[in-house]
């Protein structure tokens, strides 16, 4: 085999597994510093050129990231996006394809060979076209769009490690079959684990590295999804694994490629960073005010990887951040295909490193121009889409899963009286935060249940009035659109805790507070009262807590409902686990709601006003 050929195959070997155990694994001492108030859109230069233009090798990367499988173009206030100003309808995997084409084609005719990759959580939190047929519907679309790799992302991971390795290799589900009557290859791209570890043999489950050869030049690849994957997915999936600090595999691997003579490398993580706040909203492509973890992820990374292309935050942006020795360009393209990251760069031949990295994003407009600046609309406001620039391809294989769910997707299971949105007031509550709290509530007073908790991140999107993609009238809400809200099929279940385990689960909504490592406020049920204060000590900043204006009795025991992601102790809610008398309730969350709405309709947002905060 000649070396090229090596290089190729090097990220499946257990040669490289052997030779990084060797390696050491201490990361590098980095005092904790802030970025700089602002960073610079990016155009990356190092001095490595010293044989003139012939010596360089001119490549193109196309990247995104968190496509969620948004099959369907994204609709509501998700349908356009914001930047610079103004609003852009687009996304939808027909586009997509069609954007990726058309760059590659500009790439090609400027000598530039293309390789796409992305940073995780293509599939998990996936609309009903989707997530109906366990993902393999966008597994297909992303080898139909010419992904050759990416990183897992922590949502790839939300119906388990056995099923992620699944749609890595194909087969048919184990319990479900082949349900749209064909087999399942899998997907065809390389999904990158470095940081997955195998708790019995030690090794990652999927392989760490993937090597790609750019005009005789190897180009080396390390994916990893954040090291904090196991507090926001549910445990139940994950037993066997644990997830490695990022900078010390990514330093890891990149030795190994090193050794191996690989030298231009590129990172894929899912953990980002975002722009702050400015108006007119950022561009896609600056990097204003830049913060996130991403930023001393970069600041320890070996210097040979000039790439990072990021994830996890769902924002855009474009950024040159510090390295160990240098400079790394960092990457995000928002979310749900409705962006890709076009970067253009350079390798010396002689020194096998990046001379030159230029990124932007694009937009993947799928609306039709109005002639004046905007784009058109049907007659209940929403964005037309443009057939001309539909990528048959992709479309066919879309369309086969739309008709395939179309029959449960567009049944009407109820009405609200107005957009529902998942905005939160300063005391962390949102209207359809309560509406999925009563919900499941609801679901569950036949078992005894007082209250429900719900997890703010299990909301994925808003319910919005005017939304029809299925044809239903204003205000009629579809099964589609329940599950788009609420798409992670988890059980509701209850429990019975003391008034004390209630207040010590609201406390550990606070960073810090008993291995929480991020704040994240509980959505709440009609009747649950309480205030939170900002200064308070960890450990008592609830008070007021009271149910139905009693106030809550610490030697009482109460019927609490949650789904059994928070009840496994996810999202850091470990204390969920100590309840006792556990029960279930029939069917998914997804059903609580669409009862809840079958019942009460028209449905009306939740007041927000359940929960209030003190400095």
Same mark, same amino acid.
């Given at each position: 085999m000649?070396?090229?050929?090596?290089?190729?195959?090097? &990220?499946a070997?257990?040669?490289a597994?052997a030779v990084?155990?060797?390696?050491p &694994? /201490?990361?590098?001492?980095?005092a904790?510093a802030?970025?700089?108030s602002e960073?610079?859109?990016v155009t990356v230069?190092?001095?490595t050129?010293h044989?003139?233009?012939n010596?360089?090798? @001119?490549g193109q990367f196309l990247s995104?990231?968190?496509?969620?499988?948004?099959?369907?173009?994204?609709?509501g206030?998700?349908?356009?996006v914001n =930047?610079?100003?103004t609003?852009?309808p687009?996304g939808?995997v027909e586009y997509?394809?069609?954007y990726?084409?058309?760059?590659?084609?500009?790439?090609?005719?400027?000598?530039?060979q293309?390789?796409t990759?992305? =940073?995780?959580?293509? +599939?998990?939190?996936?609309p009903?076209?989707s997530?109906?047929f366990h993902d393999?519907?966008? +597994?297909e679309l992303?080898?139909e769009?010419g992904?050759?790799?990416?990183?897992v992302g922590?949502?790839?991971f939300?119906?388990?490690?056995?099923e992620?390795?699944?749609m890595?290799?194909?087969g048919c589900?184990?319990?479900?079959?082949?349900?749209?009557?064909?087999?399942f290859r899998? /997907?065809?791209?390389k999904y990158?684990?470095a940081n997955?570890?195998n708790?019995k043999?030690?090794l990652p489950?999927l392989?760490?590295i993937?090597?790609k050869?750019?005009?005789?030049?190897?180009v080396?690849?390390?994916?990893m999804?954040?090291?904090?994957?196991a507090?926001i997915?549910?445990?139940?999936?994950?037993?066997?694994?644990h997830?490695?600090?990022?900078?010390?595999?990514?330093?890891k691997w990149s030795n190994?490629l @090193?050794?191996?003579?690989?030298?231009a490398?590129?990172?894929?993580?899912?953990?980002?960073g975002?722009?702050?706040s400015a108006?007119p909203t950022?561009g896609v492509s600056?990097c204003?005010?830049?913060s996130g973890p991403?930023?001393?992820i970069?600041?320890?990374l070996?210097?040979? +990887?000039g790439l990072v292309?990021?994830?996890?935050?769902?924002?855009?942006?474009?950024?040159?951040?510090?390295?160990t020795?240098?400079?790394s360009?960092?990457?995000?393209a928002?979310t749900n295909?409705?962006?890709?990251?076009d970067?253009?760069?350079s390798i010396d031949?002689r020194s096998?490193r990046?001379?030159?990295i230029?990124a932007?994003?694009v937009?993947?407009?799928n609306?039709?121009?109005?002639g004046?600046?905007?784009w @058109?609309?049907?007659a209940s406001?929403?964005f037309l889409?443009?057939?001309e620039?539909v990528d048959q391809?992709a479309?066919?294989i879309a369309d086969k899963y739309r008709?395939a769910v179309a029959?449960?997707?567009n049944?009407?299971?109820?009405s609200?009286?107005?957009? +529902?949105?998942?905005t939160?007031?300063p /005391?962390g509550e949102?209207p359809?935060?309560d509406?999925?709290a009563?919900a499941?509530?609801?679901r569950?007073?036949?078992?005894?249940?007082?209250l429900?908790l719900?997890n703010p991140?299990g909301?994925?999107?808003d319910?919005d009035a005017?939304a029809s /993609?299925?044809?239903e009238a204003?205000?009629?809400?579809?099964?589609?659109?329940?599950?788009?809200v609420?798409p992670?099929?988890?059980?509701?279940v209850?429990?019975t805790?003391?008034?004390a385990q209630?207040k010590?689960?609201?406390?550990?909504q606070?960073?810090?507070?008993?291995?929480?490592?991020?704040?994240?406020?509980?959505?709440?049920?009609?009747g649950?009262?309480y205030t939170?204060?900002?200064?308070?000590?960890l450990?008592? @900043?609830i008070s007021?807590? =009271?149910l139905?204006g009693?106030?809550?009795?610490? &030697?009482?025991?109460?019927r609490?409902?949650?789904?059994?992601f928070?009840a496994?102790?996810?999202?850091g809610?470990?204390?969920l686990t100590?309840g006792?008398?556990?029960?279930?309730? *029939?069917?998914?969350?997804v059903d609580a709601?669409?009862?809840?709405?079958?019942v009460?309709s028209?449905?009306a947002p939740? *007041?927000?006003?359940r929960?209030?905060?003190?400095?």
């Amino acid at each position: 085999m000649d070396g090229r050929r090596v290089l190729r195959h090097l &990220a499946a070997p257990a040669l490289a597994l052997a030779v990084v155990t060797t390696l050491p &694994a /201490a990361r590098p001492a980095i005092a904790p510093a802030g970025p700089p108030s602002e960073f610079k859109p990016v155009t990356v230069s190092h001095q490595t050129n010293h044989g003139g233009q012939n010596s360089m090798v @001119k490549g193109q990367f196309l990247s995104y990231n968190d496509f969620h499988g948004a099959i369907d173009p994204p609709g509501g206030s998700g349908a356009v996006v914001n =930047a610079s100003g103004t609003s852009t309808p687009a996304g939808g995997v027909e586009y997509l394809a069609t954007y990726l084409k058309k760059l590659r084609a500009e790439a090609n005719s400027q000598g530039r060979q293309t390789l796409t990759v992305g =940073a995780g959580d293509l +599939i998990g939190a996936t609309p009903l076209v989707s997530a109906a047929f366990h993902d393999e519907p966008t +597994i297909e679309l992303m080898n139909e769009v010419g992904l050759q790799v990416s990183s897992v992302g922590n949502h790839e991971f939300d119906e388990g490690v056995d099923e992620l390795i699944r749609m890595q290799r194909g087969g048919c589900h184990p319990v479900d079959g082949c349900q749209d009557g064909d087999p399942f290859r899998g /997907a065809k791209f390389k999904y990158l684990a470095a940081n997955t570890i195998n708790n019995k043999t030690g090794l990652p489950i999927l392989p760490p590295i993937d090597i790609k050869i750019v005009g005789g030049v190897p180009v080396g690849f390390i994916g990893m999804t954040l090291e904090g994957t196991a507090g926001i997915v549910n445990p139940a999936g994950i037993k066997n694994v644990h997830f490695a600090d990022e900078v010390e595999t990514a330093n890891k691997w990149s030795n190994v490629l @090193k050794l191996f003579g690989v030298k231009a490398q590129v990172l894929l993580v899912h953990e980002g960073g975002a722009q702050g706040s400015a108006t007119p909203t950022p561009g896609v492509s600056d990097c204003f005010n830049f913060s996130g973890p991403i930023v001393n992820i970069v600041k320890g990374l070996n210097p040979e +990887i000039g790439l990072v292309v990021s994830g996890h935050t769902h924002r855009f942006y474009s950024c040159s951040l510090p390295n160990t020795k240098g400079t790394s360009v960092v990457t995000s393209a928002g979310t749900n295909g409705q962006l890709i990251t076009d970067i253009d760069y350079s390798i010396d031949k002689r020194s096998g490193r990046f001379s030159e990295i230029t990124a932007r994003n694009v937009i993947v407009e799928n609306g039709v121009p109005d002639g004046a600046g905007g784009w @058109k609309r049907d007659a209940s406001g929403v964005f037309l889409k443009n057939p001309e620039t539909v990528d048959q391809g992709a479309k066919k294989i879309a369309d086969k899963y739309r008709t395939a769910v179309a029959p449960i997707a567009n049944k009407v299971v109820g009405s609200i009286t107005g957009d +529902i949105t998942r905005t939160n007031t300063p /005391a962390g509550e949102s209207p359809l935060g309560d509406v999925i709290a009563d919900a499941q509530l609801a679901r569950t007073t036949g078992d005894g249940a007082q209250l429900a908790l719900m997890n703010p991140g299990g909301i994925r999107s808003d319910f919005d009035a005017e939304a029809s /993609a299925g044809g239903e009238a204003i205000g009629q809400v579809t099964y589609g659109e329940a599950f788009t809200v609420q798409p992670f099929n988890n059980l509701v279940v209850t429990q019975t805790l003391t008034g004390a385990q209630i207040k010590d689960v609201l406390e550990q909504q606070f960073v810090g507070y008993q291995g929480q490592t991020s704040t994240k406020i509980l959505q709440v049920s009609n009747g649950l009262t309480y205030t939170w204060s900002a200064s308070a000590a960890l450990g008592s @900043k609830i008070s007021n807590l =009271a149910l139905n204006g009693t106030p809550i009795d610490p &030697a009482a025991t109460y019927r609490v409902t949650t789904n059994d992601f928070l009840a496994n102790g996810g999202d850091g809610f470990t204390l969920l686990t100590g309840g006792t008398g556990r029960t279930t309730a *029939p069917g998914f969350d997804v059903d609580a709601l669409t009862a809840y709405l079958g019942v009460n309709s028209p449905v009306a947002p939740g *007041p927000a006003n359940r929960i209030s905060t003190i400095a």
